[in-house]
Nanobody, 125 residues
Framework: LVQLVESGGGTAQAGGSLTLSCTAS????????MAWFRQRTEKKREGVAQ????????HYADSVKGRFTITRDKFQNTVYLLMSNLSTEAAGTYYC??????????????????WGQGTQVIVSS
């Protein structure tokens, strides 16, 4: 069992940056894969970035490559999402996820068991 707590959401100007944080507690093995998802208004939840603790492998959705960076502080068991050069398309509720299901698609919401409560990001133009 893993508990996830996100923070760092808020309002940013288009072109600006924002960093989200997600701290995991509970089963260390089940939190070795951590991912960020976002849900925009009237859209499905979509995977944005994933970090695997073994070797620090990362994966990004094509829509955020070059602008979003996922990093992890292993000792704090916290994963960060640095979002740069924000566009209004980045606005939405961001969720941290963990507890990857073996064989699941890396950035598919169905591949994760545990979810945070979400943190809202607003981008003003």
């Amino acid at each position: 069992l893993v508990q996830l707590v996100e923070s760092g959401g808020g309002t940013a100007q288009a072109g600006g940056s924002l960093t989200l944080s997600c701290t995991a507690s509970g089963d260390a093995f089940e939190s070795s894969y951590m991912a960020w998802f976002r849900q925009r208004t009237e859209k499905k939840r979509e995977g944005v970035a994933q970090h695997w603790d073994d070797g620090g492998q990362v994966h990004y959705a094509d829509s955020v490559k070059g602008r979003f960076t996922i990093t992890r502080d292993k000792f704090q068991n916290t994963v960060y999402l640095l979002m740069s050069n924000l566009s209004t398309e980045a606005a939405g509720t961001y969720y941290c996820a963990s507890g990857a299901i073996p064989g699941g698609e890396i950035l598919a919401s169905a591949s994760y068991q545990y979810w945070g409560q979400g943190t809202q990001v607003i981008v003003s133009s």
